[in-house]
């Protein structure tokens, strides 16, 4: 894990670049807080700590996270933990995730992409090995594995209608362990 914090007024990211599959959800979302021509290249304070958790919220990898120093809570898992298999590319994951790493070592996370191909050099983890691969399988846009299609309050007519959902009975029934092969 490469782990840095950059830390703002009202919100503190961390980025893991372990973890980061270069989805460009956070330089598009927010170019004025992340650049990565710039140095440092989070800025937390060049926008408000809500802008800046919705576009961590969007990131797939689980590679950037926030803290809010504000008082508004942190990043909420949903009730349910869905797994989206992104077209030719990862498993898209979101929920209260418990991941183990090659070395043994456990990390919770709300987001990450897991690889499916077979190739990532980071395994559990997607490092876009695919890509080289020439990876092909069938699966969601990643446009429609970012957003929050899991969980029921987004709308998502899959999760209401036919499809099985897992309501936990205690919070830490939601718990979603993977494990390094």
């Known amino acids: 894990m490469t782990g840095r914090t950059y830390r703002g007024t009202d919100v503190e990211v961390s980025f893991d670049g372990d973890l980061c599959i270069h989805a460009t959800e956070c330089v598009r979302g927010l170019p004025a807080v992340f650049d990565r021509d710039r140095r440092p290249w989070v800025l937390a304070d060049n926008a408000t700590a809500g802008e800046v958790s919705a576009v961590i919220e969007r990131c797939p990898s689980g590679a950037l996270q926030y803290h809010r120093l504000d008082g508004a809570p ?13 077209e030719n590319g990862p498993l898209a994951l979101r929920g209260d995730l418990v991941v183990r790493h090659k070395d043994g070592t456990h990390e919770r996370l709300p987001r990450a992409a897991l690889c499916r191909c077979g190739q990532s050099k980071n395994k559990p983890f997607c490092d876009n090995s695919h890509l080289e691969a020439g990876f092909q399988a069938a699966g969601a846009t990643p446009d429609e594995a970012h957003t929050d299609v899991g969980h029921p309050a987004s709308g998502d007519p899959d999760m ?9 009975r205690a919070p830490d029934e939601a718990v979603v362990s993977v494990s390094a092969l």
């Open 74 to 86: 942190n990043e909420q898992t949903g009730p349910v933990t869905t797994v989206i298999p992104v």
């Open 160 to 168: 209401t209608a036919g499809r099985q959902q897992h309501t936990p």
